[in-house]
């Protein structure tokens, strides 16, 4: 499983992605001290699996890590301290691992999620530029917040999980929905849901 690792402490973030990685067939594909920087190579280097040690994030990298699945096909293991445990069971990720816990306690959470995760598909870059070509040519910006519209996320949620504030969202959605012709938010989501617009256009 390819996983990406994100902790703010050098020596943890070492010793964790070390023990990661020399663990039966995983492989550490990212290790990254902040949140975008994670989803960023992340997304780059495909990988299924997001472990994320949730000591020392402020709460804006939390909101944009909680909502990576929006961006892709990744899973979230959050490695919490143990009075925090509870802020972040909103279904937002899949597992969480106390701090004071153990090696097995964490490769049991990550052997639980390697049945439940998909490979991010590196043809997803291209799907982009093609749903642009056939769907109003929407830009990078604009098909990433399309996308978090059709998971039913409001402005207020998209401002949070992107850093961009709720006015420019808003700004986005209009020419989302003035791109794809859509008169409202749920055939945004029906046009990027049906499948047809991420896929190549007939020759």
């Given at each position: 499983?390819?996983?990406?690792?994100?902790?703010?402490?050098?020596?943890?973030?070492?010793?964790?992605?070390?023990?990661?990685?020399?663990?039966?067939?995983?492989?550490?594909?990212?290790?990254?001290?902040?949140?975008?920087?994670?989803?960023?190579?992340?997304?780059?280097?495909?990988?299924?699996?997001?472990?994320?040690?949730?000591?020392?994030?402020?709460?804006?990298?939390?909101?944009?890590?909680?909502?990576?699945?929006?961006?892709g096909?990744?899973?979230?293991?959050?490695?919490?301290?143990?009075?925090?445990?509870?802020?972040?069971?909103?279904?937002?990720?899949?597992?969480?691992?106390?701090?004071?816990?153990?090696?097995?306690?964490?490769f049991?959470?990550?052997?639980?999620?390697?049945?439940?995760?998909?490979?991010?598909?590196?043809?997803?870059?291209?799907?982009?530029?093609?749903?642009?070509?056939?769907?109003?040519?929407?830009?990078?910006?604009?098909?990433?917040?399309?996308?978090?519209?059709?998971k039913?996320m409001?402005?207020?949620?998209i401002?949070?999980?992107?850093?961009?504030?709720?006015?420019?969202?808003?700004?986005l959605?209009?020419?989302?929905?003035?791109?794809?012709?859509c008169?409202?938010?749920?055939?945004?989501?029906?046009?990027?849901?049906?499948?047809?617009?991420?896929?190549?256009?007939?020759?």
């Open positions: 499983m390819r996983i990406a690792v994100c902790c703010k402490e050098g020596l943890f973030r070492d010793a964790l992605a070390s023990l990661i990685d020399h663990h039966g067939s995983h492989q550490v594909v990212s290790i990254e001290n902040n949140a975008r920087a994670l989803i960023n190579s992340a997304k780059e280097e495909r990988a299924q699996l997001l472990v994320v040690d949730a000591h020392g994030l402020d709460e804006r990298e939390m909101q944009f890590l909680l909502g990576a699945k929006a961006f096909d990744f899973g979230i293991v959050l490695i919490t301290p143990d009075d925090q445990t509870e802020e972040f069971d909103d279904g937002a990720v899949d597992r969480q691992v106390s701090r004071t816990g153990t090696a097995d306690d964490l049991e959470a990550i052997q639980e999620m390697g049945g439940r995760v998909r490979i991010t598909a590196p043809s997803v870059h291209e799907g982009r530029r093609s749903y642009g070509r056939r769907n109003g040519d929407l830009t990078k910006r604009e098909f990433e917040v399309a996308q978090l519209v059709s039913g409001s402005n207020r949620r401002a949070q999980v992107t850093g961009l504030r709720e006015q420019s969202i808003k700004n959605v209009s020419v989302i929905m003035r791109k794809l012709h008169e409202n938010r749920v055939q945004v989501a029906l046009r990027l849901t049906q499948g047809g617009p991420l896929q190549e256009s007939p020759k």
